[in-house]
Nanobody, 124 residues
Framework: QVHLVESGGGLVQAGGSLRLSCAAR????????MGWYRQAPGKQRELVAT???????NYADFVKGRFTISRDNAKNTVYLQMNTLKPEDTAVYYC??????????????????WGQGTQVTVSS
């Protein structure tokens, strides 16, 4: 299968910035949509931002103007630049991606994968 490796989380003061990275690894043929989700303690996982294969983006209202999602197709990597962070942004952030990858016998199949999660903590 395809697995996603996340990095970039950490502890930051309110108003600060962090940049998250998520690299897809495996025998990948193509990646379609990629996205970032987050889950705070006691809450459900929620959508933060998505980006299509053609570069179209979508953001949750609570991060518009502060977060930017981007991707580097050559590196099979998606990024989330987070600026003007707030304490309520504290959560575990998960990367998601879907596409196709190579299997045995010279054929491909679809995949949908989640990263392991990276902790973002914003102090007041």
């Amino acid at each position: 299968q395809v697995h996603l490796v996340e990095s970039g989380g950490g502890l930051v003061q309110a108003g600060g910035s962090l940049r998250l990275s998520c690299a897809a690894r495996g025998r990948i043929l193509s990646i379609n949509a990629m996205g970032w989700y987050r889950q705070a303690p006691g809450k459900q996982r929620e959508l933060v931002a998505t980006i299509t294969g053609s570069g179209n983006t979508n953001y949750a209202d609570f991060v518009k103007g502060r977060f930017t999602i981007s991707r580097d197709n050559a590196k099979n990597t998606v990024y989330l630049q987070m600026n003007t962070l707030k304490p309520e942004d504290t959560a575990v952030y998960y990367c998601n991606a879907n596409g196709t990858y190579y299997m045995g016998l010279g054929h491909v199949t679809d995949f949908g994968s989640w990263g392991q999660g990276t902790q973002v903590t914003v102090s007041s």
